[in-house]
């Protein structure tokens, strides 16, 4: 006797595809490694703004910076998109709104495009040829930064890093700080061995850290802070 099939509904993995904090779908659901469990990617970083701990089980996670413990589950997004229909046009909408509302008004500001080997080159002054065959990412939402140099910031003797020409930079929401740190090295033409920290309000930020993420999770909070971001950057300190 065959065994009759039971249709799953949505609401039977709710458990397994919603935020402990938010209770909504999970957005860019982002684990902690320590112990596993999973959150939106924006509700843990707020989170993590007031506290050290998981807020599920209470495990300290990091001592000074849990962001380093945080790693995005793509498949598990994938598995909630294809379960939820509508979920991901809904936020791709939202995160374009956003964008567009807060969309930097032309003023001279130099524009960043991502290379396809995610490499960086500036705006119309570079000696390079314009992007045929290149995707520059110009259908994303743009994004306004400020690029400071952080003067006396490195190790006695460090005069490499010197201020931009240009400082305002107009790019893809989508550029992550790894990219940044290469636009630097090109613009400032320094050495491949040479390393940077970027920093949005005196804290280091990670590599792979979006700018869409750190104005989200940085500098939005800060109700001072104005339009366009500032991104301090400085030679890396060696503490060792």
Known sequence: MAATGRKHLVKDFNHFITCYLCRGYLIKPTTVTECLHT??????????EESNDCPKCGIQVHETNPLEMLRLDNTLEEIIFKLVPGLREKEEQQELDFWKKNQPKENGQESLRCLPDGGASGGAD???????????????????????????AGQSGES?????????????????VGTIKKFLSLKLKLPSSYELDVLCNGEIMGRDHTLEFIYMTRWRLHGENTYPMVLEYRPRIDFG
């Open 126 to 152: 570079d000696d390079g040829e314009g992007g045929e065959g290149g995707d520059y990412h110009r259908s994303d939402p743009q994004i306004a930064i400020c690029l400071d140099c952080l003067h006396n």
């Open 160 to 176: 490499s890093v010197t201020d931009l020409m240009k400082r305002f930079i107009r790019c893809s929401s989508r550029v992550t």
């Open 39 to 48: 959150f939106c990617k924006s509700c843990i970083v707020q989170h993590f």
